[in-house]
C-alpha cells in the first residue's frame, strides 16, 4: 500500500469551552502512534499507509469524547497518488 498523507482537525464541543485541551488528548494519540506527523496551527499532517491513518484519527476522536467532548467534528485532507507521497517533498523548498 502506497504511502500517503492525512491531514486532519479535530473541533470538539466542550461544555466549559476549553476546547485546546480536548485537541491536545487527540495529538497525544498521533504522538503515540509512531506515524511521522507535523502539528500545524489548524491541522496536524501525517504520513503513513491510509489504513493506519485512518485508525488513528478514529482514535484520536475518541480521546476527545474521553476528554471531555459531547460531541467531534473532524475535518480531513488525503493526499493519495499511487507511488507513494511524501511530507518531506512538500516542505522542503521552505525549509
Do not use: W
Request: some cysteine; hydrophobic content about 40%; overall charge negative.
Amino acid at each position: 500500500m502506497p504511502i500517503v498523507n492525512v491531514g486532519f482537525q479535530v473541533l470538539p464541543k466542550v461544555a466549559d469551552g476549553s476546547s485546546y485541551a480536548v485537541v491536545d488528548k487527540a495529538i497525544e494519540v498521533v504522538q503515540r502512534s509512531g506515524v511521522k506527523y507535523e502539528v500545524g496551527a489548524m491541522e496536524t499532517v501525517m504520513e503513513g499507509e491510509l489504513d493506519q491513518l485512518l485508525e488513528i484519527v478514529k482514535r484520536a476522536q475518541e480521546a476527545c469524547i474521553a476528554a471531555g467532548a459531547s460531541e467531534v467534528m473532524t475535518h480531513m485532507k488525503i493526499h493519495y497518488r499511487p507511488e507513494g507521497v511524501s511530507m518531506d517533498e512538500k516542505l522542503e523548498k521552505y525549509r
